[in-house]
T-cell receptor, first 112, second 115 residues
Framework: GESVGLHLPTLSVQEGDNSIINCAYS??????FIWYKQESGKGPQFIID?????DKRQGQRVTVLLNKTVKHLSLQIAATQPGDSAVYFC???????????FGSGTRLSIRP | NAGVTQTPKFQVLKTGQSMTLQCAQD?????MSWYRQDPGMGLRLIHY???????DQGEVPNGYNVSRSTTEDFPLRLLSAAPSQTSVYFC??????????????FGSGTRLTVV
């Protein structure tokens, strides 16, 4: 089966600093990884994804790093802003699967 | 706006009552799923569907039924509500794995309280 964990349930960062949120997964067959952002009272929102044939992918202020050797991925948010306050979930699946398994989430809070 | 629509947004049930949570998507997505989210926890998969007429169980299917008679709709039925089913329920849809836009789009959720 698949299990997905996150190293820290909460993360507090200074506004303007970079944030790094980590995630570990267990199934070595997993080949598609997604980060979601969930703001209070809303459904999860897609941020960025990465496939297993890549080890890094960049978006607008976000970067996802994938280390398949240790089954670990991370989400880096550059120049963290108050609007980045949310719970962040990693999710994993594999190409032939129709279901995505979510981790438990990391709550990111921003200090002014 | 295109997306996933869930109704109702809030619901209070008495133990033993039944109800159906509605979910509709207008993106012609083949894949649809139901998740529940309890406080301090991630999203747990209840049931999912890979197309009309096809459904399967997720991680926590007990107490819930689903059907998929059309591509657009994927209702979730609670046959006899229990307090343990108090949660926020999210419906999501996606294109199939391998498609450029694979990755679930979520509805805004239904907050269910069972008393």
């Amino acid at each position: 089966g698949e299990s997905v964990g996150l190293h820290l349930p909460t993360l507090s960062v200074q506004e303007g600093d970079n944030s790094i949120i980590n995630c570990a997964y267990s199934n070595s067959a997993s080949d598609y990884f997604i980060w979601y952002k969930q703001e209070s009272g809303k459904g999860p929102q897609f941020i960025i994804d990465i496939r297993s044939n890549m080890d890094k992918r960049q978006g607008q202020r976000v970067t996802v790093l994938l280390n398949k050797t240790v089954k670990h991925l991370s989400l880096q948010i550059a120049a963290t802003q108050p609007g980045d306050s949310a719970v962040y979930f990693c999710a994993v699946t594999y190409s032939s699967a129709s279901k995505i398994i979510f981790g438990s989430g990391t709550r990111l809070s921003i200090r002014p | 706006n295109a997306g996933v629509t869930q109704t109702p947004k809030f619901q209070v049930l008495k133990t033993g009552q039944s109800m159906t949570l509605q979910c509709a998507q207008d993106m012609n997505h083949e894949y649809m799923s139901w998740y529940r989210q309890d406080p301090g926890m991630g999203l747990r998969l209840i049931h999912y569907s890979v197309g009309a007429g096809i459904t399967d169980q997720g991680e926590v299917p007990n107490g819930y039924n689903v059907s998929r008679s059309t591509t657009e709709d994927f209702p979730l039925r609670l046959l006899s509500a229990a307090p343990s089913q108090t949660s926020v329920y999210f419906c999501a849809s996606s294109a199939p794995p391998g498609a450029p836009n694979y990755g679930y789009t979520f509805g805004s959720g239904t907050r269910l309280t069972v008393v």
